[in-house]
């Protein structure tokens, strides 16, 4: 019987980590009738293995089996890296007219230093969250024009994000005068809010982020 008592505890990270387990990607475009995509994984710590866990979670963070991750569990040794292919399981049963999103995790529990068993330890489970896009095909829109887009409509207290494109839109460094305003993730064919100070200027600037996770170049808001 051990003496101490292991704990381990799961913290979440977005994107990928400069440190330890990393994803080769900030986030994954799936094109509808490709029948897989690929994530590499890299350890970037000689001296530690991770067990690796993946999974997929739909827009509201519940797992979700409309796509597979493989190999779904592994060992991965210091500095190596590793392959997941995600694959399709949708059985073109998502909307063909635009974007669906989802949540790929990628989760790296370090192995135990077998000196330290009888320690009370505590084991830090790092779990990766990128955005995972399922593309259809031939949508109306090139996805590089998407951004210019964006309309924006305001109130005494809000702004409103309006997307008419079929994409997600990932809008960064958004300003309203010299305010700095809260960075939004706008659905497609949708909206998204965010709070305006009363002090906020008139003119209105953004970027997004494309699909290589690159941030676009500064754009002036058009108001409706």
């Known amino acids: 019987m051990l003496a101490g008592i292991l704990m381990f505890m799961a913290m979440m990270v977005a994107g990928r980590a400069e440190a330890g387990v990393a994803l080769g990607a900030t986030r994954v475009i799936y094109p509808a009738g490709q029948k ?27 797992k979700d089996g409309r796509f597979i991750v493989t190999p779904p569990l592994f060992a991965m040794k210091g500095k190596k890296e590793n392959t997941l292919r995600i694959l399709d399981a949708t059985n073109n049963q998502l909307p063909q007219d635009r974007e669906s999103l989802f949540w790929m995790n990628v989760k790296a529990i370090p192995s135990m230093d077998k000196s330290k068993l009888t320690e009370n330890t505590l084991q830090l489970a790092i779990i990766s969250r990128i955005k995972l896009y ?46 700095v305003l809260e960075n939004a993730l706008v659905p497609p064919m949708g909206e998204s809010t965010v709070k305006l100070p009363s002090d906020a200027g008139s003119n209105i600037t953004y970027r997004t982020i494309n699909d290589y996770g690159a941030l676009t170049p500064k754009m002036t808001g058009v108001m409706e």
């Open 36 to 62: 897989q995509v690929q994530l590499a994984v890299t350890n970037n710590d000689e001296n530690s293995t991770y067990l690796i866990q993946s999974w997929v979670e739909n827009a509201d963070g519940v």
């Open 134 to 179: 399922y593309r259809p095909a031939k949508l109306a829109l090139p996805p590089d024009q998407a951004a210019e887009k964006l309309r924006f409509r305001r109130s005494a207290n809000s702004l409103t994000l309006i997307n008419p494109t079929p994409y997600y839109l990932t809008v960064t460094e958004l300003n309203a005068g010299a305010r």
